[in-house]
């Protein structure tokens, strides 16, 4: 009975019997050499990181397609330095022309047509991985040809353009990078993601605990500004008492304590 493999084992048999297929496959979704490779590298990256999950799935080499397929197409490359410059083209009039052709089709009808078209997947497995109904990939992939053919009249035969769509990803002579420089680079990236998760964590917990101990334990009403009152009559000015007004204080002199009696405190 031979011998189980190793994680590290399984995972470079999976990487050298796919990597080199899917980085050609890949280059058609994007038109983009470095891209692809990158976009390849990557998937296998996070292969990496989920391993345990990639290994036990029905279909390792989907679940890592998926994800490279993925990458490429992520709308977020039009905002990196180094992928707004367009490359070179390929030096073949007709390989140029069908890569143009295929840049030009929606991403998922370019997704649709690679799946079905150049790596051989039938309807229900393309529209799976495509997450879309078997009718809507249909669909896609009719029109796609349809796109495709009105360009290039003599790819209108669905096994020509099978064969043309190898040949053009078989022409660029695509390289992958080595199974353990993926494997070291998925590596320091889980790690440098971990620290910054946990930092992001330690900063939060930290901001957490400042407030608590520096904000206030009760409600204080601010104090309303100071505002001028309108309309009050100023104060009459002081003159001579009349004779009722002096009668009356001196009444009030001669009076018990100096007040009537009703306010005197009465003794117990």
């Not at 050298?16 to 490779?37: M, N, S």
């Not at 996070?46 to 279909?59: K, L």
């Not at 990196?80 to 069908?98: C, I, T, V």
């Not at 992958?176 to 998925?186: H, I, K, Y």
Request: proline fraction near 12%.
């Amino acid at each position: 009975m031979p011998a189980a493999l190793t994680p590290d084992q399984a995972f470079d048999a999976l990487y050298a019997f796919c990597a080199p297929a899917l980085v050609r496959q890949t280059y058609l979704l994007c038109g983009r050499r470095e891209l692809a490779r990158e976009s390849v590298e990557r998937a296998f990256q996070f292969a990496w990181q989920r391993w345990p999950e990639v290994a036990r799935d029905r279909d390792p080499a989907g679940w890592v397609r998926a994800i490279a397929y993925e990458c490429a197409l992520s709308p977020w490359h039009r905002f990196r330095p180094r992928y707004r410059s367009p490359e070179p083209p390929p030096a073949d009039p007709a390989d140029r022309a069908l890569l143009t052709a295929l840049l030009r089709l929606p991403p998922s009808y370019r997704r649709t047509l690679v799946l079905y078209d150049g790596v051989g997947l039938d309807l229900p497995e393309t529209a799976a991985e495509t997450e879309a109904s078997t009718p809507a990939a249909a669909g896609r992939l009719t029109r796609a040809r349809e796109v495709v053919a009105e360009q290039i009249p003599a790819l209108a035969d669905p096994g020509v353009l099978h064969r043309r769509l190898a040949e053009l990803a078989s022409s660029e002579r695509l390289l992958a990078t080595g199974p353990t420089t993926v494997r070291t680079c998925g590596e320091r990236r889980n790690v440098f993601w971990t620290r910054a998760a946990i930092a992001f964590t330690v900063t939060i917990i930290g901001a957490t605990a400042l407030t608590l101990r520096s904000a206030p334990t009760h409600y204080e009403p601010p104090i309303a500004p100071a505002q001028a009152v309108q309309g009050v009559p100023p104060p009459p000015a002081l003159g001579p008492l009349s004779p009722e007004q002096q009668a009356l204080r001196a009444k009030l002199r001669r009076a018990e304590d100096n007040g009537p009696d009703r306010i005197a405190p009465a003794a117990r």
